[in-house]
DNA sequence: CAATAGTTAGTGAACGATAACTAATGTCAA
DNA sequence: TTGACATTAGTTATCGTTCACTAACTATTG
């Protein structure tokens, strides 16, 4: 699924869109007259307008998976795994607000059966992915045992997902770094 | 802000509609399938399709208001007032998927900024009345004084949060308020 | 007879998508 | 080297459909 330099610059005006003006203004109107050609030229690049947002959904699902077998694969405790993997998600969505706002916010695309397994997939991506690192920190005794995976889980991702949410919301005017790294001290001392 | 028989139902049946097909569906044309009237009715109970989307936002508003209050004036400690919300909202929206499909999605609401505000100000409802049930917590020496009422505050709603929306994401196939009370039990552990 | 709540018919605008055409570039045999 | 042709990526004009919404009318009720 690689996309063309063109095809990459819809994908980006779309999140853009779909960010700053919500999915009803994601149009083939707007998004030409954003990338500076005319409509028509859109469908030389996508078939359709869903095949625009399935290349979006699919680029999601690209960098989550590459973010998780990064953090995975290197040989470190489990702390240090969720942490690096935290602050890979406060780093990027920093520096690209726009995808924040999109990303972790699945009931845009629930008009299509399609997008919503898409998103569900990247969940469950995510789920699976962080609870195999916390049942391991739990064996090593790295983590409290006290407390199951699952919910550890929901604990860590759901704060960082409110957090980057509430960032979205109040229009990036906090520094998320800084507060992100202020939720995982907490998160810490509460996990371990 | 009362709403006559009428209205109610049309702002039920636009939750339905989100919930089950998104808010591109959202159509004056689905409501009136749905009620089961022609289009123009719709029009004699609401001025326009943002006089809907501002009454359902509305309704939301009114049910964290009264949820909040009711949890606030209560002479409990803070752990039974925090329990007593989760609770609470695990309750209705098991009796409303619907309703918690669209009331956790804000991003839903980005396509007018007057959606989005008033979103905004239902999370600052929840945030600040949250957080000054923990703070009152921390003060009493319920709960653990280390970490700050905003962190725990997202911790606590982050996951409830998470929670929800995995839960609609999976169609509801799960027991919501079961895996309420799970998750609540590891978040108390962790926050006394 | 006035108010309420419904109807049918229809508005202009915007939607996603297509047809037909064109300019620029690449390929390759004579 | 060059001319014939195909491919690519853009254009304008337009399609049929759907959108939110309105005008004009009607049946029911107090």
Known sequence: ???????QQ???????????????NLTIKNISKEA???????????????AIIMAMLD??????????????KQG??????????????????????SAAKVMFAEGIF???PRYSQKM?????????????????????????????????FRIIFGSLRLLINQWGLADCNFDLKLEGELLWI???KMIT
């Not at 969940?123 to 983590?143: C, D, P, V, W, Y």
């Open 59 to 72: 680029s999601f699902q690209d960098i989550s998976r590459f973010v998780l077998t990064e953090t995975e």
């Open 76 to 97: 470190l405790d489990s702390i240090s795994k969720i942490k690096k993997f935290l602050f890979d998600r406060y780093q990027r969505f920093s520096a690209n607000p």
């Open 110 to 112: 629930r008009d299509d």
């Open 10 to 24: 819809i994908v980006n005006i779309s999140i853009k869109l779909i960010a700053d003006q919500g999915i009803q």
């Open 186 to 188: 907490a998160v810490k």
């Open 1 to 7: 699924m690689e996309l063309t330099e063109r095809q």
């Open 120 to 152: 569900l997939d990247i969940m469950h991506q995510h789920a699976s992915t962080m609870q195999n690192i916390i049942r391991e920190g739990q064996f090593k005794g790295e983590l409290r045992a006290d407390i199951s995976a699952r919910e550890m």
């Open 36 to 50: 500076g050609f005319s409509e028509p030229a859109i469908y030389r690049h996508f078939d359709s307008k869903y």
